[in-house]
């Protein structure tokens, strides 16, 4: 079993070029982003292509049409040739019939489209708190998520330790992983190796074990895992300056190479 490292663009400078050599030479498998502009979107491909690199797209549903932006999104997305995508899905304050019937046209739009959707656990969507999407899943049982469950430590403020039992519902529906650690008052540590935060990291290295193991257990070799770290506004910054106390690269880089020797742990055997 195995965690395959795919690198988020989110926060990451310089042109298109040097990004992607940068990932290859880092040894990540793919790219996560949402998808290219369209003066872009040749040049991307051919990126790809170039580097060999698995693309995982990024798309979001919008408050004037929800299910058609949605649609429309995933229809662009499907022409890059994406090994799934993850998309930001619906509305925290939709009532709850208006979920169950934007879920249930996702769904149909997804096996149409033949590509799996992820649906990320993520503030200000629909799936914001582990109650509301073990729920939903309960109610859809063919919805499958991307797992970000730092978003979740900042929305219940804790380590989310009274959530065992919506925890194993959500884990079994997961196919994809956004690897950032979250605490009780915010959805980013400010680097994941000080030790002020190693309860919050051994505890998120849990949740993702317990998905990996999953994944094993119906005799998948992989999951994809992204160390989505992000720019200020995630990361945390000096006062009066607005200067990041971490350097992105190397907390992504660090989050990846860390988690590669723990999969090696876990599944040596």
Same mark, same amino acid.
């Given at each position: 079993?195995?965690?395959?490292?795919?690198?988020?663009?989110?926060?990451?400078?310089?042109?298109? /070029?040097?990004?992607?050599?940068?990932?290859?030479?880092?040894?990540?498998?793919?790219?996560?982003?949402?998808?290219?502009?369209?003066?872009?979107?040749?040049?991307?491909?051919?990126l790809?292509?170039?580097?060999?690199?698995?693309?995982?797209a990024?798309?979001?549903?919008?408050?004037?049409?929800?299910?058609?932006?949605?649609?429309?999104?995933?229809?662009?997305?499907?022409?890059?040739?994406?090994?799934?995508?993850?998309?930001?899905?619906?509305?925290?304050?939709?009532?709850?019939? /208006?979920?169950?019937?934007?879920?249930?046209?996702?769904?149909?739009?997804e096996?149409?489209?033949?590509?799996?959707?992820?649906?990320?656990?993520?503030?200000?969507?629909?799936?914001?708190?582990?109650?509301?999407?073990?729920?939903?899943?309960?109610?859809?049982?063919?919805?499958?998520l991307?797992?970000?469950?730092?978003?979740? !430590?900042?929305? !219940?403020?804790s380590?989310?330790?009274?959530?065992?039992?919506?925890?194993?519902?959500?884990?079994?529906?997961?196919?994809?992983?956004?690897?950032?650690?979250?605490?009780?008052?915010?959805?980013?540590?400010?680097?994941?190796?000080?030790?002020?935060?190693?309860?919050?990291?051994?505890t998120?290295?849990?949740?993702?074990?317990?998905?990996?193991?999953?994944h094993?257990?119906?005799?998948?070799? /992989?999951?994809?895992?992204?160390?989505?770290?992000?720019?200020?506004?995630?990361?945390?910054?000096?006062?009066?300056?607005?200067?990041?106390?971490?350097?992105?690269?190397?907390? !992504?880089?660090w989050?990846?190479?860390?988690?590669?020797?723990?999969?090696? /742990?876990?599944?040596?055997?």
């Amino acid at each position: 079993m195995q965690l395959k490292m795919i690198k988020a663009l989110w926060g990451m400078e310089g042109s298109l /070029e040097a990004q992607f050599e940068r990932i290859s030479k880092a040894g990540y498998k793919g790219v996560e982003s949402p998808l290219p502009a369209p003066e872009h979107a040749a040049k991307f491909r051919e990126l790809l292509n170039e580097y060999q690199l698995d693309y995982i797209a990024m798309v979001f549903s919008h408050a004037d049409n929800h299910a058609g932006s949605f649609e429309q999104s995933v229809e662009q997305a499907a022409l890059f040739n994406p090994i799934l995508i993850n998309s930001h899905s619906a509305k925290d304050s939709m009532p709850w019939s /208006e979920q169950i019937d934007f879920f249930t046209k996702a769904l149909a739009i997804e096996q149409r489209i033949g590509l799996p959707i992820g649906h990320e656990t993520h503030r200000g969507r629909a799936m914001f708190t582990p109650w509301g999407t073990a729920e939903l899943l309960k109610e859809l049982p063919d919805l499958r998520l991307t797992a970000d469950f730092s978003h979740w !430590c900042c929305v !219940c403020e804790s380590l989310l330790e009274d959530q065992a039992a919506n925890l194993a519902v959500v884990m079994e529906r997961v196919i994809h992983i956004h690897g950032r650690i979250g605490y009780a008052q915010g959805p980013q540590v400010p680097d994941p190796a000080a030790p002020e935060y190693a309860q919050e990291l051994q505890t998120h290295e849990g949740w993702w074990r317990q998905i990996a193991e999953q994944h094993r257990s119906k005799g998948r070799a /992989e999951i994809t895992f992204t160390p989505e770290f992000g720019p200020p506004g995630y990361m945390h910054t000096l006062p009066f300056t607005n200067q990041p106390v971490a350097d992105l690269w190397d907390v !992504c880089l660090w989050m990846a190479n860390h988690m590669t020797k723990r999969q090696e /742990e876990w599944f040596s055997n």
